[in-house]
T-cell receptor
Framework: GENVEQHPSTLSVQEGDSAVIKCTYS??????FPWYKQELGKGPQLIID?????GEKKDQRIAVTLNKTAKHFSLHITETQPEDSAVYFC?????????????FGTGTRLQVTL | SAVISQKPSRDICQRGTSLTIQCQVD?????MFWYRQQPGQSLTLIAT?????????ESGFVIDKFPISRPNLTFSTLTVSNMSPEDSSIYLC?????????FGNGTRLTVT
């Protein structure tokens, strides 16, 4: 089955700096890669996703890049703010058009300091 | 996106007892997923619940321990049976029609 590795496990940046979180996956059949943000006491919230036919996707301060050949994808957050502090999870699935089960990475705890 | 409500939001239970967690969605969805998140850990899929058929369990999870019901397209329950302290986790319901999947806020279970 699919295996997703995520690094780093913790990340501390100063407000205004950029943060990068990296994930690798094992199953070349995976074609859908979402990123979730989980704040304390809440469920994971989707922040951005990318499909295998696209190399990069951007939404305001957040961007995701995908390298299919190397089987890795990354989350980039620019101009970080204190409210970006949370745990971030990457995930991978084989999207066949119906809802597909996700395999999650181990999570990255991001701390944005003032 | 669908609004997902889980009940209870948290509970403290004694070992040996069972707890049933409810997941209600504000729209009809074909597939519902139940995940477990152990303290400080990632999310692990327990089972996939389709309306009108038996749930499909992932390796390491069995129906006797985690029975699931899916009586209609907006509702599902997960029961954690004969609980032990190792079952202390957050249990999350997830739904989606295709991708992406959306999650409820989870049920925080502590077993003493």
């Amino acid at each position: 089955g699919e295996n997703v590795e995520q690094h780093p496990s913790t990340l501390s940046v100063q407000e205004g700096d950029s943060a990068v979180i990296k994930c690798t996956y094992s199953d070349s059949a995976s074609n859908y890669f979402p990123w979730y943000k989980q704040e304390l006491g809440k469920g994971p919230q989707l922040i951005i996703d990318i499909r295998s036919n696209v190399g990069e996707k951007k939404d305001q301060r957040i961007a995701v890049t995908l390298n299919k050949t190397a089987k890795h994808f990354s989350l980039h957050i620019t101009e970080t703010q204190p409210e970006d502090s949370a745990v971030y999870f990457c995930a991978a699935s084989m999207d066949t058009g119906t809802a597909s089960k996700l395999t999650f990475g181990t999570g990255t705890r991001l701390q944005v300091t003032l | 996106s669908a609004v997902i409500s889980q009940k209870p939001s948290r509970d403290i239970c004694q070992r040996g007892t069972s707890l049933t967690i409810q997941c209600q969605v504000d729209s009809q969805v074909t597939m519902m997923f139940w995940y477990r998140q152990q303290p400080g850990q990632s999310l692990t899929l327990i089972a996939t619940a389709n309306q009108g058929s038996e749930a499909t369990y992932e390796s390491g999870f069995v129906i006797d321990k985690f029975p699931i019901s899916r009586p209609n397209l907006t509702f599902s329950t997960l029961t954690v049976s004969n609980m032990s302290p190792e079952d202390s986790s957050i249990y999350l319901c997830s739904v989606g029609e295709g991708s992406p999947l959306h999650f409820g806020n989870g049920t925080r279970l502590t077993v003493t």
